[in-house]
């Protein structure tokens, strides 16, 4: 129960597969590691099939459920929208949520395209309602004091930045057409589902990006279709073929406003790799690796070490001085991925009772975005693409519209 003191945020999530689990997760833990005020409380959770969601409002710990998103949004009991749908849903829901008054956090991609997500942020502004994106892998221990370190000068002025995402879950040609397969639901493939990540890593830690070069492939045009596509699987998988029009891997070279330069690949075809995502920065003093199978170690290499003793050493961020860390266990009880999202939940809570929208948020969204669509566009002329200019052609897309 909620002390009388208490403070609370009554969600409402949209969707229950995957990502509603570990966000589900995330709201029931947030409290007990860490001295939220408020509390987050599992009011309802809606989904379009009466039976899974009933069961999973059951399984997840729930109060109540909701065939019907508008329905959700319309309850004056929920406080804030929590959007885990496919993506193609987003922009639609979150704008009604914003309109609706409530605080709204939503997957990513934030959308489909740039227009979609500049509309998502114009909403939520002029409603003044707090936002905020899920960029989880921002909320690392490791991750986050790698961002200390960069800020606080230890690297020096950064050089470059070599970020993959790699996969290999789709391999197999028989793998059904599930809906982050097709570019009407899901607006990219690897590109939005895993470098939108990196792209988002790579803003936190490096700075912005200033322009892009890329290319991408789709390996498995066709693929069997199926009845239903939820989650990572999908059921009732036919004879019949239909097209794959997203992209199976994706690579792009990048230029930062601050003189770094960077290379991203982002595949789904990386045999061997089942959650490979991986970066490492360089910097004039010293460079910093991260692998998220290995989410709690940060591998740190100092110029200025003494010569004979150079190298990378592997800091294992699970001590009190390291973010986050201290709320969970002693030194080395190593926290995992679902801990990722609960230290998220913490600024979200802090958001909403301060009236701030913590970072990442649709702004943060907005400009991965773009970065996204000036891949796309690199992918279709064959030439480098400013941020600038993806960013003019939206608005005067947004012009047009209205």
């Known amino acids: 129960m909620v002390g009388v003191n208490?403070?609370?945020?009554r969600v409402g999530l949209v969707g229950y597969k995957f990502m509603g689990k570990a966000h589900s997760h995330a709201y029931r833990d947030v409290s007990f590691y860490f001295?939220?005020?408020?509390?987050?409380?599992?009011?309802?959770?809606?989904?379009?099939n009466e039976k899974d969601v009933k069961e999973a409002a059951a399984n997840m710990g729930w109060?109540?459920?909701e065939t019907d998103w508008r329905k959700l949004i319309a309850r004056d009991d929920i406080d804030l929208i929590d959007i885990v749908t496919p993506n193609n849903c987003h922009a639609e829901i979150a704008i009604a949520a914003a309109e609706a008054g409530k605080h709204v956090f939503c997957e990513k991609p934030l959308a489909l395209t740039l227009e979609q997500s500049q509309r998502m942020l114009d909403a939520v502004n002029k409603n003044g309602v707090v936002h905020m994106i899920n960029h989880n892998y921002r909320y690392a221990p490791a991750v986050q004091w790698a961002k200390k370190l960069i800020d606080s000068g230890r690297l020096g002025r950064i050089y470059h930045i070599r970020a993959t995402y790699?996969?290999?879950?789709?391999?197999?040609?028989?793998?059904?057409?599930v809906w982050r397969l097709s570019k009407e639901v899901c607006g990219s493939g690897a590109l939005g589902d895993l470098a939108a990540h990196s792209i988002d890593l790579a803003r936190f830690l490096v700075g912005e990006f200033k322009e892009v070069s890329g290319m991408l492939e789709t390996f498995i045009k066709e693929r069997p279709i199926v009845e239903d596509s939820s989650g990572l699987s999908g059921t009732g998988a036919s004879e019949q073929k239909g097209p794959v029009?997203?992209?199976?891997?994706s690579v792009f070279l990048?230029?930062?406003?601050?003189?770094?330069?960077?290379?991203?690949?982002?595949t789904r075809f990386a045999g061997g790799n089942r959650?490979?995502?991986r970066l490492e920065i360089n910097g004039e003093k010293g460079s910093i690796r991260w692998d998220m199978e290995n989410m709690n170690n940060l591998d740190v290499y100092f110029h200025e070490d003494e010569e004979g003793l150079q190298g990378f050493r592997t800091i294992n961020c699970t001590e009190e001085i390291h973010p986050y860390a201290g709320a969970y266990w002693p030194a080395a009880h190593i926290i995992g991925y679902e801990h990722t999202f609960t230290n998220l939940m913490v600024e979200l809570m802090d958001g909403i009772d301060k009236g701030y929208s913590p970072l990442p948020n649709f702004a943060d969204g907005v400009r991965n975005q773009a970065i996204l669509e000036?891949?796309?566009?690199?992918?279709?002329?064959?030439?480098?693409v400013s941020l600038s200019d993806v960013f003019e052609k939206a608005e005067r897309t947004i012009k047009v519209k209205q």
């Open 254 to 266: 990048a230029r930062f406003e601050n003189g770094a330069i960077g290379t991203f690949e982002a």
């Open 245 to 249: 029009d997203v992209d199976d891997a």
């Open 35 to 48: 001295d939220t005020n408020p509390k987050p409380v599992l009011q309802a959770i809606c989904g379009r």
């Open 6 to 9: 208490q403070k609370q945020v």
């Open 63 to 65: 109060r109540s459920y």
């Open 166 to 177: 790699l996969q290999d879950w789709i391999m197999d040609p028989e793998f059904p057409l």
């Open 275 to 277: 959650n490979g995502n």
């Open 374 to 384: 000036a891949v796309q566009e690199s992918d279709r002329t064959k030439q480098w």
